[in-house]
């Protein structure tokens, strides 16, 4: 599937905080290389931010990451406490915010951290989204 759609994030195999720290590396290193192999066949992948796992080991400061933004029943505050600590952690140099529609109200906090944030659909009709117009603007 991603080979056809040109433009994916990178698998995101669940970690919860409480799993053990050598299931969270396991399952980050999982997704790098899956998404290496997507990448050495043309594949334009974004990594996904996964907390307490390991996977910035992955990926270059100053990247582009996708992000799901937190569930509606989610501690929104918690939420954006993580991700302000893995954009340091990371070097993160943009945020690609999915998810739930009204993400949109959290692009301010991102201004605010000193990260670009993008809130958009990764895979869209007629085959663009993020990394698509990213590429088209180079």
Known sequence: M???AGVCTAPD???W???PPEWRRFQAWRSAVVAGYWQANGVDVLPVVSFG???ERFVRPGSTW???APGRAAD???WVERVEGFVELAGVGRLVLFGVTGAARLVFWGEACGVPV???ALCVR???GAVADERQAA
Do not use: K, M
């Open 118 to 120: 993008e809130v958009r």
């Open 17 to 19: 905080v409480d799993d």
């Open 13 to 15: 195999f669940t970690v």
């Open 76 to 78: 929104v505050a918690r």
């Open 2 to 4: 991603a080979l056809a």
């Open 66 to 68: 996708a992000v799901r």
């Open 53 to 55: 796992s390991g996977c």
């Open 126 to 128: 007629g085959g663009r």
